[in-house]
């Protein structure tokens, strides 16, 4: 039986060869990223970036928390229905009130807020998109919230502090060849 097979399944191979086998990285993590509505009550907000992500985004981005906590390993591997909102979504949808403990609702799934990102304001350079209008959910969750054909999906890694830069990458273009079979 034919089975179709999209780019995405190939990055999320990637990523995992990547964070199993380098011996340079500190951290390698996977974003997704998808333009949704998000909605909590009455209160609802347009172009809200959901960003799927894995647990080693917090050591690679810059996740400065404002109250509450970031995903736990548990709830990165399970893909929880929990997630982490930007100041602005919070803004928007909680009018000031705190956000921890309520719930979201993302295309067509309740999710409960455990963390409240703190205000990152507008930058010419970011990681990922800034954080502001963002909402982050464990990447295993956006298959049931998110059109996965058309998200876009990033590999990102950071190198171990003592690694030159040259040699990072270097390492990391011969494992994705080798992940890939391309001599």
């Known amino acids: 039986r034919f089975r179709s097979v999209h780019p995405r399944d190939f990055i999320y191979k990637d990523y995992l060869f990547l964070k199993e086998n380098s011996r340079t990285a500190e951290a390698v993590a996977m974003l997704l990223a998808y333009e949704r509505s998000v909605k909590a009550g009455r209160n ?16 690679i981005s ?5 109250s509450g906590r970031y ?10 229905a929990v997630c982490v909102v930007g100041y602005r979504v919070w803004e928007e949808l ?6 921890l403990g309520r719930r979201i609702r993302v295309g067509g799934r309740d999710l409960t807020v455990i963390g409240l990102l703190d205000k990152e304001g ?4 970011n990681i990922g998109g800034g954080t502001d209008a963002s909402l982050l959910v464990p990447l295993k969750m956006c298959k049931y919230i998110v059109n996965m054909r058309r ?3 990033s590999i990102l890694a950071k190198p171990k502090a003592d690694v030159q830069i040259q040699e990072f990458e270097d390492e990391l273009v011969v494992l994705m060849r080798a992940g890939r079979r391309i001599a």
């Open 71 to 80: 995903f736990n390993e548990s709830e990165i591997n399970n893909g929880s």
């Open 94 to 99: 909680f009018d000031g009130a705190s956000p």
């Open 44 to 59: 609802s907000l347009s172009n809200c970036t959901v960003k799927g992500v894995t647990s080693d985004w917090e050591k």
């Open 62 to 66: 810059r996740v400065n928390l404002l």
């Open 151 to 153: 998200a876009g999906a």
């Open 122 to 125: 507008e930058s010419m350079v």
